[in-house]
């Protein structure tokens, strides 16, 4: 009887506290752990996430833009999985977050959630064809690190005229793709300093698997022994190299001479000239 009474309580009418995302977030049954309140918090316009499987990073991402669909009015945010599955499952995530009564509409064909306050959450794969044409207020890519290089660069223009927020969340995947460059190179976004000084600097957090409780060091360790490339990518969040390539990164960014304007800098005095 106990079973049948949490199932029923499931679909009892909950009352979300929608003053605060981590409140909104425990309101509607789960509990935020460090990463997860930092997610749903984030007030930069740029966030990247890189964190350990299984820890609830898109739990968390598609609670925020169900968060912001609820407590704002005529916002479209856009989330980007690389599958149509893996999309549907998002926005299944951020579904759970609501109300049937704060929903206006939820149609599981074209995978779009309409809300009361005029706003709206579209969940579509990850390709060129399937994003160009919209504008968007909040982007939200869920295994940024399995999605192409030029998927990026199509959504970029979608926040330009809305002034619109971007996060990316995956964990590694192979190293060179727009993710870990993002990750690596783009400047971080310090929360004591002014907007204004480090305009879309990226707010970057890292979590591997200790920083979840729910995560079996059993379950790790067995993967560790078995393939420690494997466990380093998907507990470490370690980028790692791709060991069919013929160089790697490493041994191609060593090749570069710091100050060399060109190669033939670096080609000996006696053979320049067939150069020119």
């Not at 660069?153 to 330009?160: D, S, V």
Request: proline share 5%.
């Amino acid at each position: 009887m106990t079973d049948l009474a949490d199932f029923a309580e499931s679909f009892a009418p909950r009352e979300l506290d929608l003053g605060d995302p981590v409140r909104f977030f425990e309101s509607a049954g789960r509990q935020a752990d460090e990463m997860q309140a930092q997610v749903l918090t984030s007030p930069a316009q740029r966030l990247i996430v890189n964190a350990s499987r299984q820890s609830g990073k898109s739990e968390a991402a598609a609670a925020r833009g169900a968060y912001r669909c609820l407590t704002r009015r005529d916002q479209t945010v856009l989330m980007l999985a690389p599958t149509q599955r893996q999309a549907g499952e998002l926005l299944a995530k951020a579904r759970r977050s609501c109300t049937f009564g704060q929903l206006k509409g939820w149609d599981a064909t074209t995978l779009e959630m309409r809300f009361a306050t005029g706003s709206r959450i579209i969940a579509v794969p990850a390709s060129a064809e399937s994003v160009a044409g919209y504008a968007v207020d909040e982007l939200i890519i869920d295994e940024a690190g399995r999605v192409p290089d030029s998927l990026w660069e199509t959504c970029q223009p979608m926040l330009a005229a809305t002034n619109g927020t971007a996060v990316l969340i995956s964990t590694p995947y192979l190293s060179g793709g727009f993710f870990e460059m993002i990750w690596r190179d783009e400047p971080a976004w310090d929360r004591l300093r002014p907007e204004s000084e480090q305009p879309l600097a990226w707010h970057k957090l890292r979590y591997d698997w200790t920083a979840c409780p729910r995560i079996s060091p059993l379950v790790v360790d067995e993967l560790r022994r078995r393939n420690e490339r494997a466990a380093q990518r998907d507990f470490d969040c370690r980028f790692i190299e791709d060991d069919t390539l013929l160089f790697s990164r490493s041994d191609i960014e060593a090749m570069y001479v710091e100050g060399a304007e060109d190669w033939s800098d670096l080609v000996p005095e006696f053979c320049r000239e067939s150069l020119r």
